[in-house]
Each structure stands twice: as structure tokens, then as C-alpha cells.
């Protein structure tokens, strides 16, 4: 299990209730955006931010920003690639029995804390948001949004659900706790996670009173070759531990993966209500988002992850570089 290099807190003494993530590659500069929208909660006080970066990054906190939090604590390890062991020092550190994740390109609406926090007082392991897009002016930006979120995209309807929007929902803090060691893999693809989860029993929620917004690659450039890593690495962290034949027979099930992804996504792209043309200009994009998805799992199941979970790592941070440059104003 990878351990903290380093550990610093500056916490105002105050309890809290919920923990939040946050994951930084370089400097609080760029978390500074999301960790404002930590600072306009409406609980702000119960609040607990929890920063993860390496060794060498510059973290100068903004306590004028950070102010009203109820802590934050900086954790530091020796390397974030991948990210996973990162999220898991993460939960480690945590000092309040909820903790939420949260990313430098998604922004959680004022009342987003105080929703889960609500939820969380169900028997529920898990509570996810509604998702909105957050630089909504490409066919790119929303199929990768479809893709990645649809099946929480705003608006929905409060429900249980088999799994819930990865590095943006909350768990209990004792539940993840139990995984052990084997937390470090299992918060690299959350999915995974949230099977097993529903597996041993546990209740995973989706509650719309709690909301993001999710800024998405809005560059083909970036995009393509995103999709394949993000297969690649999926498939990777979920056949973990299984058998040659297991792993074959998804190899050979592969080619229908996009097939049935794409049914379920044009169902999303619908209920967004954008219209016709939107559907007409978004559909042959999910086609190829998804077919690219699909050959990255293919060798993923067949040879592992390789190098694609530190080549998305890097994809991830500094979202505003993947986007069309009028997108940034409208994220």
C-alpha cells in the first residue's frame, strides 16, 4: 500500500461531517476554482478539505479562501500516477465519516454538500449528484459528457442505482475503509467498486438535490485517444484476478460493447431534451467515442493496462486545455 510522503494540517479544531477529495497534479492554483465552490457551501463549517499532491507540488493555501472550512489537511505522496492510491491516501487521512470527491474541472453547486450529507443519513454506502455539463457549446463536449455521465445527467429523478458518477460521489468513510490495501486499485475505476459494493449488499443512492457541474474534453485531439485509455484502463483495473479463459472470453464479447452502450447513451442524449438536431449531430460522435472505448477494453482484457492509466492521468488535469477556447466562459 503507497503511504503519504507527507502529511501537514491546518484544521480550525471543528468537527467535521463531511471530507472532501481533492486531488492537485502541481499547485493549489489549480484547485482554486473547484475549493471556491467548497468555500459557498451552505454547510461550509462542516466542511473538511483534503488536498492530495506529490512531493514536489507548490501548495500555498489561500486562508482567506479556505477560511470557513471546517480543515484542510494536505497529503503528499511520492507519485499520482496512477491516481487511484492517491484518492485512497485520501480517505485514509479523512477525519469526518463521509467523504465526497471532487475534481479541478468540476464545480459543486452551494447546496451539493448539504444534499449528501442529508442523503448520507440513509443507510446508504454511496450517494451520487446530478451531473450537468459544464461547457456545453460542442458535439465533442457532449458526447464525452453522455458518455462519461449520461446516466446521471440532469435531470433525473431520485433512485437507488447499480453505480454512481466516479471521482464525483460520496461514501461512507467506514465502508471503503474495509477494502484495505485493495482500495488503492478499486478508486482508479470507481465502477468496479460501486459493483462490488452492490454485490456484498450495500444501497448506492442518486439524489438530483445534490448537483456538479463537469467540464469534458471539447478537443477531438484529446478526446480519441482519452476514449481508448479510459477502455484500456476500465478493463484493466476490472479483470484484476481473473482467469486466462475469463479474460478471453471478454476479449471475443468486446466488439459488442459499443452496440449495447450506444442504445443506453442515445437514451440519455434523449432525455436531455435537446432536440432532433442535436441527436442527429451527437449520434455518429457517440459512434465513435464508444467504438474507440470498446477497442480500448479489447486490449485491456487481452493485455492489461500498459501504460494507459499514467498516459490518462496526464489527460486529466488542466481540463481548459482540452476544450475549444470558447468554452472556457461557458464552464
Known amino acids: 500500500m503507497p503511504q503519504a510522503a507527507d502529511s501537514g494540517s491546518a484544521t480550525q479544531g471543528v468537527a467535521p461531517a463531511l471530507s472532501v477529495v481533492l486531488i492537485t497534479p502541481d499547485s493549489f ?39 470557513r472550512l471546517a480543515g484542510v489537511q494536505v497529503v503528499r505522496l511520492a507519485s499520482l500516477t496512477p491516481t487511484g492510491p492517491g484518492r485512497a491516501a485520501g480517505i485514509r487521512a479523512a ?16 447546496t451539493w454538500a448539504a444534499a449528501l450529507l442529508d442523503a448520507h443519513r440513509g443507510e446508504f454506502a454511496a450517494v451520487g449528484p446530478a451531473m450537468h455539463n459544464a461547457n456545453p457549446n460542442t458535439i465533442v463536449s457532449w458526447a464525452d459528457f453522455l458518455i462519461g455521465y449520461g446516466p446521471w445527467a440532469a435531470p433525473v429523478v431520485k433512485r437507488e442505482a447499480d453505480f454512481l458518477p466516479g471521482h ?13 490495501d485493495a482500495l488503492d486499485t478499486l478508486m482508479e475505476a470507481e465502477t468496479v467498486l460501486m459493483w462490488d459494493l452492490r454485490g456484498k449488499g450495500h444501497r448506492l443512492l442518486l439524489d438530483p438535490a445534490a448537483h456538479t457541474a463537469h467540464t469534458n474534453f471539447g478537443l477531438w485531439s484529446s478526446w480519441l485517444p482519452v476514449m481508448f485509455l479510459n477502455g484500456r484502463a476500465f478493463a484493466d483495473t476490472r479483470s484484476a484476478g481473473w482467469s486466462l479463459p475469463r479474460r478471453l472470453a471478454y476479449v471475443v464479447a468486446s466488439p459488442l460493447i459499443p452496440i449495447v452502450r450506444l442504445g443506453r447513451t442515445i437514451g440519455h442524449a434523449r432525455r436531455v431534451g435537446k432536440g432532433g438536431r442535436f441527436l442527429a449531430q451527437v449520434i455518429p460522435t457517440l459512434g465513435i467515442g464508444l467504438a474507440l472505448d470498446g477497442i480500448g477494453q479489447m486490449a485491456g482484457y487481452a493485455l492489461g493496462g500498459g501504460s494507459a492509466h499514467a498516459k490518462l492521468a496526464a489527460y486529466e488535469w488542466h481540463r481548459m486545455k482540452h476544450t475549444r477556447r470558447g468554452d472556457a466562459a461557458a464552464s
Not at 477525519?95 to 452551494?110: D, G, S, T
Open 168 to 180: 464525483n460521489s460520496s461514501y461512507k468513510r467506514g465502508v471503503l475503509l474495509e477494502y484495505g
Open 95 to 110: 477525519r469526518a465519516p463521509i467523504v465526497a470527491f471532487a475534481e479541478e474541472h468540476c464545480f459543486p453547486a452551494p
Open 29 to 67: 492554483e489549480t484547485i482554486r476554482r473547484t475549493v471556491g465552490c467548497l468555500a459557498r457551501q451552505s454547510v461550509v463549517d462542516q466542511v473538511e478539505l483534503v488536498i492530495v499532491a506529490p512531493q514536489d507540488a507548490t501548495i500555498e493555501i489561500d486562508d482567506a479562501l479556505v477560511a
